[in-house]
């Protein structure tokens, strides 16, 4: 399939002879778990071909999966870590409705069109429609697959069901295999991993339902997430397109997944997603559970959003946003907002809340959802359904009367052992970005922070994948554990792939200048390495190691193309004649030649040796005449690749 | 020309009709100064139809200058008020020598080949060879000027000449036309300008061989300024690209731009960009002065460097980067670090000083550099030779050791009326930065700073413009006065125009945060009326108000290209069926057609009411099959124009 040969990762991904490829760490004490890495070895050679031979590789964090095509999905890697804690049972599974698809294909199934229909074949009509490959028997591999069930907790036993969830496991003192595959990930003791989670700091999103994913872990004490939002609306996009972008997503980094999609095929779409998905997986249930309500907030119930809910949590939803703290006295500290409310959850509750003057269901029935969580191990994101929705509303009453409430329904939750994380803004100019996270770890009894940027100015749309990267990574060195990506199409459009690329290069850059600084035992490693690289013209290195290879050797290959100059001693910026790091080796070089240090080779008493300096030809100046001695590309080679 | 066109502003710039258009405020006190801001009208309709009419237009600092002929050059805006002060004198100038164009010119020199020549030519030769149109006649329209001789601090009178700096005037009490300007230009008092330059605390950079520039000032209580790098190396580019990369870097916003050129027709170069750029402009001589040495720094001496620093301002240089902070005693400090020395001013002075093991000259000669920077108003930018290139080496002792030499220089400057700003880094991590600024203010007493970035990270090469405006943000949140800005291509290659783009935004943006955060007066109103026309749907005023309105318009078509949806009342995010900040509209209008405030309205009581609100038809969700009676397309044209 195209998708496939779209997905490099997927394709040998061991290959030894690749300077970056996929390679696993095992945890010596379970010996089923193998924990990916990028591994990039260092080849360059350092002065006149020697090689560096003893530098160690680097090995980086990996996301990516282990590439499947998406007719047939991922291993299910966790299934009998799941089934083995003996606690979970299969049950039929509730009846899929055609409506599970939104209005769009319920309309078609009314004309006799093919739709979502009963478990085993849902999802294969609309899938079919959306032009995931409609040839015959392509619809045999889709799923669920035939006779497969959801698994729930188990209903027998005297003592009534026990919560599967890994903060129930924590707290109960167990390290789950899924605690320790993440500990292996962020080089932590999985103890660590365990008490964070117990102690509510940290989330392990890990649905009993999505088998396939690689448990990875959000808190402030680990390395921050960048979560990727991708999704259809009404006016855009196909189930292969969402698809794609989930590969593209977590090719580039994303630790997480949300798939926001309202239009048509949402069930279908979802499905697709989380079969491919080697990350966790959120959603927002209230746009679904809209979608059939017929996009009329005020027809919304607790049944239907009920209903929904376990209809994810079957599908396998490993997190999910909840508006349950816009309550109905909260709505009117908006009214003089510069712009209301922007959260797309947050004003359909508000419009729920308003139509039945009623509180808001989520909140008067937030302990039956807690319930559901339990059952399937969903986790909790508080939404922040009246986050500002520019720097004018920021840090007001209506945000902050919000955030207290989901301080309160964080204690319910963890009652239940159900997993929770808080979102945040939003909009938020730079000096009142340490307030927000001061305050939610307050209120919210320092449960993760999961927060949307936040953007730092209003006035650059088209660019808000930097104007909020800039208050990601402010928000992350103050403790946020998740960063929501943004993306160039903010505010203007839907993201396409290479938008969801543009996203994820910001926040990942957001995410580790915040493990850098939060001190992120071993964050620094990874920079060390290149800049090591970078100081001693290992130029291949250099691309190999940097968050985009592709890139970064392509800019190069802008100004200087010819191969040669990829083992040159110096860059387009100076040209060969001088370059400001030569000297710095060739003082190093000089020192050690007379046994000294340089501190002695500038010491007192030393001016008789600058006349050896300069006679020992280590001059940081190269001669372009002499310089074909010295470094590859004559300077034929420069010119002719210069384009001028 | 073909690179009037590539200059939009430069066309009918004044032109009524545009809702994005040049005009000028005028000082009531003095008629000539015409200072000029983008002003944004404000035309969208709120409501069927219905015209804005009351809203007044947004003026935007505007720096992109009248527009030239790079033939003609700029009007010399401020030459009447420099002569009219009485303190300058013309005179011949310094001879013009055939390596003023570097070594490349003086070898064709050699051969026959123009280059070149006396005063009235220099610059023909090359500047034909270059590119720049070279038909019969070009040359009579070259710089300088037949007959035209540069000014300088007059030497006649008893007392002796005196300083024809702004830092001069300032503290005689003056408020010039410069400091006017300036203070039109930040909506502040002429007498706040002229205080913060009297403390040192600011520079107005206003060298008297370049009156073409309009005043602008650098300084923490105003603005936060963007320096654009440009210049060509000896592998890349021409004349002509470099005043296009001028062109292209104020029409985004630069504020002062560097000709950091060390390539072929380097004085060529400078003098073309000079005479057309409407912002400073600031070098470092030391790149031109190593071209005459034959690119060996041992080769340096200070006559070879005074000659050079005379030769830029004649020409009209703004301000220089001067290493003067790199002594003997400093170097040995880099001998641990990871990357070194990775400034190029700043190796080629540590090789200097090791070559002759002698103090760096332009350390020991600062005193008669005041004075040649008095005699012009050149402003010094104390380079940080020994800045980190690699967040291993952020704040440590070379880089601080240089910081406090440097703080001592500042003091030696002010005492000749010299203008002051400290350059500062390059590579730091984000809980590193805070100590930068401070230390910088207190041993730098208050000097404005002026900083590279700070790259935040090291290992996104291809993404730097966004890691270190990360770092930009947040350095100019703390009181950094200007920000050099970076561009993708950093590491890997020399900018052209389109990362020139990108960095120039990377940077407005991180400077418009950081003016957020520091509560300049009216920063603020820029987001709030783009964020108001965003609420009110007004797309066309989004567009016009963006930092980039053709990006945010371009994207917007991208997802919903068809016309109508300019003006339509959802985007493609939720599109038509649902949009989050309908509700809030749609509960201010309840509230108002009831004669009654939104908190009224939700209050207690209300219970009866939200019958009412679900009647009056006020619902947040559009039904598809009405929508034309409410927003502008109809679900043809969505569908046709999705793209799908």
Request: charged share 25%; glycine share 10%.
């Amino acid at each position: 399939m195209s998708d496939r040969a779209a997905r490099p990762d997927a394709v040998s991904p061991t290959n030894p002879t690749r300077p970056r490829r996929k390679v696993y760490a095992s945890d010596p004490e379970s010996p089923t778990i193998r924990v990916p890495f990028t591994e990039v070895t260092l080849g360059g050679a350092l002065e006149d071909g020697v090689s560096l031979g003893g530098a160690p590789p680097v090995r980086l964090y990996d996301t990516s999966g282990p590439g499947s095509d998406p007719q047939e999905g991922l291993p299910p890697l966790r299934r009998h870590w799941i089934t083995g804690r003996g606690d979970v049972e299969e049950y039929p599974g509730r009846p899929v409705s055609v409506r599970d698809d939104g209005r769009a294909v319920a309309r078609q199934s009314v004309q006799g069109a093919p739709a979502a229909g009963g478990r085993g074949t849902a999802g294969a009509g609309a899938g079919a429609g959306a032009g995931m490959g409609s040839g015959p028997g392509a619809r045999s591999s889709r799923w669920p697959a035939p006779g497969r069930q959801p698994l729930r907790a188990r209903r027998a036993g005297s003592t009534g069901r026990r919560p599967v969830t890994q903060l129930h496991y924590a707290r109960a003192g167990m390290i789950t295999e899924e605690m320790r595959f993440a500990a292996l990930r962020e080089g932590v003791r999985p103890e660590i991993v365990r008490e964070e989670l117990a102690a509510g700091r940290a989330i392990l999103p890990a649905n009993i339902n999505h088998p396939e994913s690689e448990p990875m872990v959000i808190g402030r004490r680990f390395l921050v997430k960048v979560n990727a939002n991708i999704g259809n609306s009404s006016v855009t996009s196909s189930v292969a397109d969402e698809v794609e972008k989930l590969s593209w997503a977590t090719r580039w980094g994303a630790d997480t997944v949300m798939d926001l999609s309202t239009g048509p095929d949402i069930h279908t779409t979802r499905e697709w997603i989380i079969r491919n998905s080697p990350v966790p997986i959120g959603t927002v249930p209230i746009y679904q559970a809209l979608e059939k309500a017929d996009g009329r907030p005020e027809n919304l119930s607790w049944e239907l959003y009920r209903d929904t809910l376990i209809e994810q949590a079957e599908q396998g939803v490993d997190y999910v946003t909840v508006h349950a703290g816009v309550l109905l006295r909260h709505v009117p500290l908006t009214a003089d907002r510069v712009t209301g409310i922007v959260s797309r959850g947050g004003s359909i509750m508000a419009a729920w809340c308003l139509a039945h003057h009623e509180e808001n269901f989520l909140y008067t029935h937030f302990e039956d959802l807690c319930e559901i969580m339990a059952d399937y191990d969903v986790a909790f994101s508080l939404g922040d359904g009246l986050r500002p929705g520019s720097v004018a509303d920021a840090n007001d009453e209506a945000q902050f009367a919000e955030l207290r409430t989901l301080g309160e329904l964080t204690e319910v939750a963890w009652r239940h052992d159900v997993q929770v994380m808080i979102e945040g803004p939003g909009h938020v100019p730079l000096h009142k970005i340490a307030e927000n996270v001061t305050l939610q770890q307050e209120v919210c009894h320092e449960a993760p922070f999961y927060t949307l940027g936040p953007l730092t100015i209003d006035v650059a749309p088209g660019y808000d994948h930097i104007t909020s990267a800039i208050g990601a990574a402010v928000i992350g060195m103050h403790g946020t554990a998740m960063l929501c990506y943004v993306t160039p199409k903010e505010h203007l459009g839907l993201p396409d792939r290479d938008d969801v690329k543009q996203g994820m290069m910001a926040y990942k850059i957001a995410a580790h200048a915040a493990d850098l600084a939060k001190g992120h035992p071993g964050a620094q490693r990874w920079d060390d390495a290149l800049s090591k690289a970078r100081f001693e013209f290992r130029w291949e290195d250099q691309f190999n190691l940097a968050m985009d290879p592709e890139t970064a050797r392509s800019y190069h290959d802008e100004t200087l193309p010819a191969a040669p100059a990829k083992t040159a001693h110096f860059c387009s910026m100076c040209g060969p004649k001088f370059c400001s790091m030569r000297i710095s080796h060739d003082l190093r070089e000089y020192a050690a030649s007379r046994g000294i240090t340089v501190r002695a080779a500038v010491g007192d008493g030393m001016r008789e040796k600058a006349a050896e300096f300069l006679e020992a030809g280590a001059s940081v100046y190269i001669d372009p005449a002499t310089a074909s001695t010295r470094i590859a590309p004559t300077q034929d080679d420069l010119e002719s690749s210069s384009g001028a």
